[in-house]
């Protein structure tokens, strides 16, 4: 049997796709048993033939092959065990490990945190909230979010903008809810921002912000902290929005398409703006600054690489729901 398995794998690398296409159908078939044959080519990082893609083969065997990898990750091959864990991740999420890699993984996390410096976010492309760092109790509890717990910069990235950031649950009542993923990152200190305030958090959450109104929880937020921020880069539409609100009224913000693109009263960053703009941009900073990273970049933190000494403690993962945890969320994140 271990023969007859080892042959199919490789006719996943047959030039005739109708082996390769028999060839992942008798695997899938087989169930489980095939999983010790797939993993080293699943995790293999050296140049291969692109045809073989073992990943959505196991993947399609679904949670039947989560028993062998969790006992991959107790008794070995030891070369299988770091694979075993990043498909237990990517299958079932935190929820597919036991306690001891669940420990593991919390404790790795807890030492990258003490040298993760610097630290960046997308620049660009992209949508996020920005906040009084000194509010964040307040931010948690204006956005009703749960399980918040410390994170690196780079897995809180990814776990907000790339990968899995919202799931569909039912309740214990057949109800079906949605429930999102966000991640907020560290105090970063901007001596340029408009008032008082000089340190500020993001939030970043795709799903979240898209779904939600990210101009409407901007709002709520402010309520809660005094003074809040949405802004989008949005290359592939040649579009960006920036939008001030303060407890809980808009008072100025922009939009590429909006109509009319400024609204509210122009900040005084604007004034500033205008007076030092070039003969080129003299006509487009007439009535406001229209470039959002500008106005981050003024009135709270711009995203991108931030310096260390301007970098204070850690990000948060939270979600939006107190039923659904992180660990609920399916989906390998770097650390």
Not at 54 to 70: A, F, H
Not at 146 to 155: E, K, Q
Not at 223 to 229: D, L, P, Q, T
Not at 282 to 295: H, L, S
């Amino acid at each position: 049997m271990p023969e007859d398995i080892e042959a199919l794998v490789r006719d996943l690398s047959a030039r005739d796709r109708t082996v390769r296409d028999a060839a992942t159908n008798a695997l899938v078939a087989l169930g489980p048993t095939v999983v010790d044959h797939l993993l080293p080519h699943a995790i293999d990082r050296r140049t291969r033939n692109p045809r073989i893609d073992v990943r959505s083969i196991i993947t399609r065997l679904g949670d039947g092959v989560l028993p062998r990898l969790r006992e991959i990750r107790r008794e070995g091959p030891g070369r299988l065990r770091a694979g075993a864990l990043t498909l237990l991740v990517d299958l079932g999420g935190g929820d597919a490990l036991d306690e001891a890699d669940l420990r593991a993984v919390e404790r790795l996390v807890r030492i990258k945190l003490v040298d993760e410096r610097p630290v960046e976010t997308p620049s660009e492309a992209g949508r996020w909230l920005a906040f009084p760092a000194d509010r964040l109790d307040d931010a948690v509890t204006a956005l009703g979010l749960h399980d918040v717990r410390p994170t690196t910069n780079i897995m809180g990235v990814a776990a907000a903008t790339q990968a899995t950031d919202a799931l569909d649950f039912q309740d214990a009542q057949g109800a079906t809810h949605r429930a999102y993923r966000v991640f907020i990152t560290p105090e970063f200190e901007n001596w340029r921002a408009e008032g008082p305030t000089k340190n500020w958090r993001m939030l970043w959450g795709n799903s979240f912000l898209d779904e939600l109104d990210g101009f409407l929880l901007a709002r709520e937020l402010s309520e809660h902290c005094g003074e809040a921020h949405f802004y989008v880069l949005d290359p592939y539409n040649a579009s960006e929005n920036w939008y001030v609100a303060r407890n809980g009224h808009m008072v100025r913000s922009y939009g590429t398409y909006a109509d009319p693109q400024f609204e509210g009263e122009p900040l005084p960053f604007e004034a500033v703006q205008r007076e030092i703009a070039d003969d080129d941009e003299a006509e487009a900073f007439a009535e406001g600054v229209p470039d959002a990273f500008t106005a981050a970049d003024n009135l709270s933190v711009h995203p991108g690489p931030q310096l260390a000494e301007d970098t204070h403690g850690h990000g948060w993962l939270a979600t939006t729901h107190p039923d659904v945890p992180n660990t609920r969320f399916k989906g390998a994140l770097p650390l």
